[in-house]
């Protein structure tokens, strides 16, 4: 019995690899010059967040260069086993990888050590490599001006803050959104919920529904799905977003929303490393080099707040403006340095939540 | 009413079924997966020979699908070990988590203070007690007090995937990494309670076999000793017994609710065994993004495919790791995701038919009512 | 009914019945198990179409084509296996599928017209209960409820009082008399003579598929019914002379033991089997025989009395010390009891055995004893169509119950306990087994033989005891005990009564 199922197996196995010995080799390698590049993403890329606007960047870097051969992995999950999805693009052929999603930084660090002539560049990580190099961009520019518009628009003077995981990246845009709501009005307050996912659309609609219950009238978020938006729209309030122009999910309470422009930095790469001048480094964009910028205003924002925040905005480009000052106050209303902004642990003052989750 | 169709079982199977009926299960897979990659644009032929590439074609790739078998193996043990028995614990995935977080600590806990040896049994047996105790939580009110097993081990799962992000992403346990301060992770292990890689044992073999360990031998070790202890003891044959119809159990004098709690015990047991030999493994630390993967709801799928026969779980398991394996690249031709996934399950949903043909035969039904059995019986 | 023909599988269920219901009649329905009573109400009742004959209805023929259409016409039937939603209440229950809900009957009407019947009939019952909380007499009356609502004229109960306390029988009667006042019908399934007598107007008493009289219950004796419905023509030859009887080996005393439903069933049994003896036990299905062997296997303890296997106090030791302790003991059920369904006749035969040697050897198992054993076992007691990796549950019953004796009687002990050994079982089989008993009687052993089949105890026991009610309410030696007695007692006629 055992034995009949064993052979049936290895016959199956026979007959399968019978089929790929007559297809033979993958084709079309005869090209020198073609520069094949990689891109994994932690989501699908239609979700119209994270992933959507690195794969916006993709499909910029496939049509402005010429003679490259852009391959694109959705849903890839983070953890050990994408080292395998590394190795399997190495194997490919693939001489330029892109991980758009920091829990691939140690499959990626593996692989990099493993392959020295593939080149790869990990988002949001810390860890680098001769052949791996980080970026990332300065949200917090365009957290700042968003705050500024939520800050204006806010009648109850509390804004609600659907956020994914208490870690340096993610304060540090609270902290800047706040700061940037206070410089318009400084009687605002603005109360983090913490999700611990950064994509589960009910998850995150039940959190922005919690704040709205709290009185809330304005959302922002660091997720990256729809979800507290929709929730904003139904309750009548309004919506700051992420990574991407919302606005047609929830038009009514749409205000404006940081968002990401990858596909220069990933022209530039490709470039560079097709010419052989790509070296190791930890880039960090913002909106000078165009990275980072704000979503089009929804038409709820009025025109005084609009021209206000774009002042704010040429003033940061310009650099006659940073975001963060050298000294801030806590939430406990004490002063203290800024710090290292990578490294950053504590809200500032105005911010209701905990910092450690 | 009358059925159009009877379905009963075959008996004895005639061995050219058993040969065949996979076998063409698997071709009409193939063949409808054909016809839905035709359908969607793709190339038939160069799909399926990427992903027999990709999980078969080159060491590493090999290597890779042994080492994605290896925790398959061992939760597809336990819901085989428990499904025979009419244990219905579908709580192989929180087992699992919960044997991650027991070895994880335990190794923590260590440190490098004990030897290279002692430490990784110790840290996967860890893990085996963890995934034990989670299954005891469900057994002993099944036991004792008749609770539905289904119920509490499905809910239990949810708790064991909460407590092990908590232990992470919530809270400054010992299990987070102090020095991750930009995301948090799992404190990564002492190397001494980590399971060495065959490449480490035998420098020649890295590069045939890369980043397989000694976990796999584990495994199958584990799946060859449940066969012995299920087919070749007295406690096994009680089990099969119990398993087949408790009446004739405990007729025979088998005590029935203690196998049931001892067979409930051994499947959670394989299910952390799987999550202990991941953190001892490949993983290294207790990582939630490495360990949520729904292994333990796979274990499932392989062991019903494997007709709950311990052995055949192993290369059921190494074929569905080869399948979930070769999913990322065929993205890499072009193939979108969504597709990958749903060739995936055209596959497994053929083949899981295809073993219940061989369990059972489809006639048309003879001309006598079918209720005369029961009212016959009743006046019996 | 005019000759009704019923086959199933070529057996002859309804052999040219012909049956008489006048109106305001409750009718009785006597008989042994598979004398045709059942598959008669059936026929009437709309579930299965005859082969034969036809029903008049007010003199009208009728073809029902589903119990539905037999409603629509007048007639039900409350079936022994109730169908009622558990879930739902008495009054959700009445209005299912009824065709004027909910049209013409509205929820208030439902409620009024459950207490306007309750309170005609006699039999209260709570509309607005769930059926879950209610007792099986009470389930009991819903169904009939929901026959009244459909105005049947004719109610076929099918052995009702089975699952029925005492004091929910003689409720049930009280009904039935009320009802059959009003005008309605009742045919009443039983085997019960003493129910016949009190409750019904007319008997009719079935054997073998066929119709074997028919008497105003008023005129019928109860031996006269016995008779008819055990059938005595066919004298079957007892075991011949008395083996030597020896010490003890299975003592039984006032055991008393709770049924499925935490009733008393067996209420304080005492019973001595010695070596060399079959004592029989006589008794309708229901009234403790279950119970009795259950408690002595150790499948069910007891709430009073003890237990002693050759000698030995075994009241409170597992199944497998009193196997050991020599209680061989073919179940009733073979199949889910006996045997391991699932598993081969191999397997099967090792399934008392299997924890000792020559079976484990060590910590693991001889596969090759399983085999040699087997195979010996299978040939010595002629058990045909096994095949390697065959499941048990294939094999036909003739088959199984050589496997299940095989196994008990190859194995050390001192009694045989058997229930209903030769039931389904064909001509050839029935005679194996039954010699087979009284070989292990001849041998030594002390047999406990409990059976319906009055044939087989009266041809194989020593001596019989005869249950009623969870106790013994008459004890015969093999000499003088005589069906027509055995009957009387098994229907619940003491000998005062009787008298």
């Known amino acids: ?357 | 009413m009358t059925r159009r169709f009877i379905v009963e079982p075959r008996g004895v199977a005639d061995s050219w079924v058993k040969l065949a009926v996979p076998v063409a299960s698997v071709v009409a897979a193939l063949v409808l997966g054909a016809i839905f990659l035709a359908i969607t644009g793709n190339s038939v032929i160069e799909v399926y020979a990427k992903m027999l590439k990709t999980a078969f074609g080159s060491w590493r790739g090999f290597s890779e699908t042994l080492v994605s078998a290896t925790p398959l193996i061992l939760t597809g043990l336990a819901a085989a070990v428990a499904f025979k028995m009419l244990v219905w614990n579908i709580g192989g995935e929180g087992q699992l988590l919960i044997g991650a977080v027991l070895a994880s600590g335990v190794a923590i806990m260590m440190g490098d203070n004990v030897p290279a040896v002692a430490a990784v049994v110790l840290v996967i047996s860890a893990g085996a007690v963890g995934g034990a105790l989670w299954a005891g939580i469900a057994a002993a009110p099944r036991v004792y007090l008749g609770t539905n097993e289904i119920i509490t081990t499905l809910m239990l799962n949810f708790i064991a995937i909460n407590l092990m992000n908590y232990l992470v992403f919530g809270s400054f346990s010992p299990w987070r990494d102090p020095d991750a301060t930009q995301f948090p992770q799992g404190r990564p292990i002492s190397d001494r309670a980590r399971l060495p890689e065959f490449g480490e044992l035998i420098p020649g073999l890295k590069s045939f076999l890369h980043r397989l360990d000694l976990g796999f031998v584990i495994a199958v070790v584990v799946a060859i000793l449940i066969w012995v202890v299920l087919f070749r003891t007295p406690w096994g044959f009680g089990y099969r017994v119990a398993g087949d119809s408790a009446g004739a159990a405990r007729y025979a004098g088998v005590k029935v609710s203690r196998t049931f709690f001892a067979t409930f015990l051994m499947s959670g047991a394989a299910a952390g065994l799987a999550g202990g030999i991941m953190v001892a493994g490949v993983l290294g630390k207790m990582d939630p993004r490495s360990l949520e993967l729904g292994l333990g709801f796979t274990g499932i799928i392989v062991a019903a495919l494997a007709r709950l026969n311990p052995v055949v779980v192993i290369p059921v398991a190494i074929l569905l790791g080869a399948l979930i394996n070769s999913g990322p690249a065929l993205q890499s031709i072009g193939v979108p995701s969504s597709t990958a996934v749903m060739l995936q399950g055209a596959i497994l949903i053929f083949a899981v038919a295809g073993e219940f043909l061989i369990r059972n035969r489809i006639r048309r039904p003879d001309a006598v009512p079918t209720e005369v059995s029961e009212a016959e019986g009743a006046t019996a | 009914m005019r000759g009704i023909n019923k086959s199933f599988y070529g057996v002859k269920a309804n052999d040219d019945v012909d049956f008489d219901l006048g109106v305001g009649e409750v009718h009785a329905l006597l008989g042994e198990n598979g004398a045709g009573k059942s598959t008669m109400c059936s026929v009437l009742a709309g579930l299965y179409r005859p082969d034969s004959g036809e029903i008049l209805l007010d003199g009208e023929p009728v073809a029902f084509g589903s119990p539905k259409d037999a409603l629509a016409a007048g007639v039900g039937m409350v079936y022994q296996h109730f169908r009622l939603v558990m879930n739902f209440t008495v009054a959700e229950n009445l209005a299912l599928g009824h065709p004027d809900v909910p049209t013409r009957l509205s929820e208030k009407d439902l409620v009024a017209k459950a207490h306007e019947l309750g309170d005609r009939y006699d039999f209260p019952v709570d509309p607005n209960a769930y059926v879950w909380q209610l007792s099986v007499g009470q389930q009991q009356r819903v169904e009939i409820l929901k026959l009244l609502y459909r105005e049947a004229r004719v109610l076929i109960l099918d052995e009702p009082t089975a699952v029925l306390t005492p004091q929910e029988g003689e409720a049930l009667f009280r009904t039935m008399r009320l009802m059959a006042e009003d005008g309605r019908s009742l045919i009443f399934v039983s085997h019960k003579l003493n129910e016949v007598k009190a409750v019904s107007d007319r008997v009719t008493v079935f054997r073998d598929g066929r119709v074997v009289g028919s008497a105003d219950t008023v005129d019928a004796t109860p031996k006269d019914l016995a008779r008819m419905m055990v059938g005595r023509d066919l004298d079957l030859p007892k075991r011949s002379g008395s083996a030597d009887r020896g010490a003890v080996v299975l003592s039984v005393r006032d055991l008393a033991v709770n049924d499925d439903r935490g009733l008393e069933g067996l209420r304080g049994v005492s019973i001595d089997i010695r070596q060399g003896e079959v004592v029989g036990i006589a008794g309708v299905a229901g009234n403790g025989q279950r119970e009795l062997t259950h408690a002595i296997a150790g499948l069910r303890a007891p709430t009073a009395g003890t237990v002693e296997l050759g000698g030995k106090d075994v009241t409170s030791r597992t199944v497998a010390h009193r196997i050991d302790a020599g209680l061989a003991y073919v179940p009733q059920s073979r199949l889910g009891v006996g045997l391991a369904s699932g598993l081969t006749a191999e397997e099967n035969l090792a399934l008392k055995g299997y924890r000792k040697p020559p079976y484990a050897k060590g910590r693991l198992l001889d596969q090759d004893v399983f085999k040699s054993r087997g195979d010996k076992l299978i040939d010595d007691f002629d058990v045909r169509g096994v095949r390697p990796g065959l499941p048990v549950r294939l094999l036909s019953g003739g088959n199984l119950q050589k496997v299940l004796f095989a196994r008990e009687v190859s194995q050390d002990h001192i009694v045989l306990m058997a229930r209903s050994p030769t039931r389904g079982l064909d001509v050839g089989a029935t005679e194996q087994v039954r010699n087979q008993i009284l070989a292990e009687r001849d041998a030594g052993i002390g047999v406990l033989l409990v059976s319906e089949d009055l044939d087989e105890l009266l041809s194989l026991s020593d001596r019989i005891l005869v249950f009623y009610e969870g106790k013994v309410v008459g004890e015969f030696s093999a000499e003088e005990a005589t069906p027509e007695e055995i009957g009387l007692l098994m229907a619940g006629h003491t000998e005062e009564g009787a008298a």
């Open chain 1, 1 to 357: 019995m055992k034995a009949t199922r064993f052979k049936a197996l290895a016959i199956l196995v026979l007959a399968l690899s019978l089929v790929a010995a007559a297809c033979g080799d993958d084709s079309g390698e005869g090209d020198t010059e073609e520069l094949k590049v990689a891109f994994v993403h932690v989501g699908p890329t239609s979700d119209k967040g994270w992933s959507w606007a690195h794969d916006q960047g993709a499909k910029y870097l496939e049509a402005n260069m010429d003679n490259v051969n852009v391959t694109t992995l959705e849903s890839i999950p983070e953890g050990a086993d994408s080292l395998r999805v590394f190795e399997d693009l190495i194997a490919d052929g693939n001489t330029l990888i892109f991980g758009t999603s920091f829990g691939y930084m140690d499959p990626m660090l593996e692989a990099a050590a493993a392959h020295p002539e593939v080149t790869f560049l990990h988002a949001t990580g810390y860890k680098t490599a001769d052949n791996m190099g980080t970026y990332f961009g300065a949200a917090e520019e365009g957290r700042y001006l968003a705050g500024m518009v939520a800050g204006s628009v806010t009648e109850t003077n509390l804004i609600g803050y659907v956020a994914a995981f208490p870690i340096p990246e993610v304060l540090r845009g609270i902290n800047a959104f706040t700061l940037g709501a206070q410089e318009v009005n400084p009687d605002v307050t603005v109360q983090v919920v913490w999700t611990s996912t950064w994509f589960d659309p009910p998850v995150e609609g039940n959190a922005a529904q919690s704040l709205l219950d709290a009185g809330a009238d304005v959302i922002s978020m660091h997720q990256d799905s729809t979800a507290p938006g929709l929730a904003a729209e139904a309750a009548g309030a309004k919506w700051a977003g992420y990574n991407t122009d919302m606005e047609e999910f929830a038009p009514d309470a749409w205000l404006t929303a940081p968002v990401w422009n990858w596909g220069p930095f990933y022209l530039k790469t490709a470039e560079a490393v097709r010419a052989g001048t790509w070296t190791t480094e930890q880039y960090y964009g913002n909106m000078a080099d165009g990275m980072v910028d704000i979503a089009p205003y929804g038409s709820s924002v009025p025109d005084d707040v609009r021209k206000l925040v774009d002042e704010r905005k040429a003033q940061i480009i310009s650099g006659e403006f940073s975001v963060f000052p050298a000294t801030v106050t806590d939430q406990d209303g004490n002063q203290r340095d800024l710090g290292d902004i990578f490294a950053m642990d504590y809200f500032v003052q105005g911010v209701v939540g905990d910092p450690a989750g």
